[in-house]
DNA sequence: CTCACGTTTTGAAACGTTTCACCAACGACG
DNA sequence: CGTCGTTGGTGAAACGTTTCAAAACGTGAG
């Protein structure tokens, strides 16, 4: 900058308004010092900027899975807001890796970003209040959070129920539930939502098939182990706690020669791309990923703002079903007896 | 920090030492200074830091759309070159806005960043020439780049020719290519490969059914105009520019009651996650994703650690062919005459 | 001609680190 | 008993901005 202005024959202090506060600068002036910084290609040191005072215009969501398109449409979210606020969204990926986490946080909390929103590796961790309790504004996302700041969840017992009511609905009896395992909170909160979807309607049976992971080749496993039932106790519907397992079971059926919906209705979890891209398309609970982005930026702005006067809320979104062709698209059968 | 040197009774020089060379500081000193820091929540201002002189540790990457799986795993192999060069990666998601885009290089370049890794919007954007001239390294990924910076690509043309060269293989004559618009580079250059593929072996036909995008839905649409040939001009086989049109592609037939792959062969291109998970699985050419962010980020490197005597490398991946059930799994039918 | 006033421009302080030359203390050594 | 080397610690300069009080400059009124 001092180089500019010695070009330009100004003093720093000029150089600085023309950047920051134009219409303090004569246009003859401004149009010279913005001449030389183009001449020089002069950037602007961002460290000493925002040293002096200047906020870091800058937020971060630190993301569970970057692959998981789940996430990066709550990114999409997120970046809305935060392009409305005229900040910059950085993404950082932990990857399910505790220790990167932490790493990304501290490097976050050293940078003074405005604030951080994130999907916690472990939502009990305590480095997220600590960075709280120190000033940086923290929203979480899609996991449950103390009093100690903002979050932003969607419903899974809803949503367990909302899949299995649907299919209670539809005249099934015997109900699958595939995922796992279950110490993912998501899983449990899911399988207590179709729980009590079956002990409202007062029938139907579910039973829980417990998977080692939320993924294509646990679905195809879980087909396999559903399809190797006699038919008189195999089920006739399965709910999966991801689209992922949903996908998987799907592709199994098919495989073996069992056809979905008539020998397996098929319900599965985020509604995620591809669930509409299968080949029976299919019937999901849809999450609204978008909104809980944006909500999410949106608490974590207002915070930002005024740090003090902030109440902290847990906003909970409510899911939807999508019906697809996976469950049929009426009643399977007339219900049996009630 | 001044406060944690009063704390702890020491100078600030002391304190900085045990931040960047405990190995100076006495056992005690260094014990008291920790607790300090500990106590009063100390967080060092990375601005001040990085501005007095200390490299910002961090890269980024600016990625063209978060929301395609291919980025998020080309991704993957960047952060990892990234962790082990303990540098800091963060995601910057253009989502193909050219503003956008131009936003997070002012910012980046403002940050001083080590590197930056780009999927631009415009394989032509002078703004990355001029960021690259100013003094940060750029790679450019998956685009090819003039002389002017690295670039790390996949080749399209030997896509297009091993998945139109396994077609022709498998016995089939009369193949279309789905996939557009052609103002792409990368869907014209697999057209080129697919053609090549054909004036090789002599024999076969390739027909163009050009599409608006590269998604599900017209994909779908490919499926209802191949559908709706008569069986005597309809081709046997397609390769699609990627997955998701094959994808759609896929569902379409299975809807409207044709076999995959007995009354069309199809291959998709980038084998994503879910080619594998279709009801079908998918034969997809392959893209080395994560060696290709891999090596990006190690070209990155490279030139940040020795900015002159750098030689600006265009290296180029060889895709391969993954088959899978789509295009059946032999020769679907003896080759008629050659 | 002087003054007051509004507009531009200037100069220096401040931001929070790191670094480096230097100082103090201390034991060892001749 | 002076000298030297070592070890641990200090203080100030420097990094590149922003900001703000004050200086400089016109300009029109009195």
New interface residues.
Partial sequence: MKDVAAHARVSLGTVSNVLNRPELVSERTRKRVLASIAEL?F?????????RGGGSR?L?YVVLD??N?FF??V??GV?EAA?AAGL??????S?EDRE?QA??LD?L????VEGVLITPVDAADPRIG?LA??GTPVVVVDRAAGPGHCSVTVDDLLGGDLAVTHLLDSGHRRIAFVGGPRTIGQVRDRITGAERAVARAGTGELTVLETARLD?AQGRRAGERIAGLPAARRPTAAFCAND?LA??L??QM?RLGLRVPEDLAIVGYDDI??A??????LTSVAQPRHRLGRTAAELLLAEARSPDGHEHQQVVFAPELVVRASTGLGPLRSSTVA
């Fill in positions: 290609g950037v602007r040191n961002e460290s000493a900027r925002q040293l800058t971060a970057a692959t398109p990066t449409d990114a999409r970046q392009d910059a969204l950085f993404l950082c990926n990857g990167r790493a990304y490097l909390e050293q940078q003074r600590a309790a120190r294509v992922l996908l998987g799907l592709q098919v791309e591809f509409e891209a299968a080949a029976v398309p």
